[in-house]
C-alpha cells in the first residue's frame, strides 16, 4: 500500500483527536478556567481540520501523486504536534511557557498549505475535454 505510514498516522491523529475531544468534553468540563478550556477546544479543532486535510491529500496522492504532498504532510504533521500538542499541554499543566511553541507549530500549519499550493501551481494545468 502506498503511503502506508501517513496513512497509519492520520488513523491515529484522528483517534487521538477524537479521544481528546471526548476528554475535553467530559473530563475537563468545568476543571479548567475558560482559558485554559479555549485552548484546548482550539487543539483539537485545528487537529480536526488538518487531520482532514492529510486524509483529502492521501486520497489525493493515491490517484495522481506529485512532488511536494508529502511536504505537506509532514508540514501538517509537524504542525498538529507542536501546534495542538503545546495548547494541550498547556491547558492541562497550566504553564505558560508552553505557549512559546504554538507559534512554531502554527508556521508549521501554514507552511503545509503553502506547499500544497505550490504543489498544485507545479502540477500546472491538466487537459480538460470540452
Known sequence: MRDRNWWL???ASGALMVAAGAFGAHA???RLVPRLMAAFET????????TLAMLGVLAWRATRPLPGQRL???????GIALFCGSLYALALSGLG???????L??????????????CVL????PATPD
Not at 487543539?43 to 488538518?50: C, D, E, I, K, L
Open 9 to 11: 498516522l492520520v488513523a
Open 28 to 30: 475537563l468540563e468545568g
Open 43 to 50: 487543539g483539537v479543532r485545528y487537529q480536526a481540520w488538518h
Open 72 to 78: 505537506a504532510l509532514g508540514l501538517w504533521a509537524l
Open 97 to 103: 511557557r508552553l505557549g512559546l511553541i504554538t507559534p
Open 105 to 118: 507549530g502554527g508556521l508549521a500549519l501554514i507552511g503545509g498549505w503553502l506547499a500544497l499550493g505550490a
Open 122 to 125: 507545479r502540477a500546472g494545468h
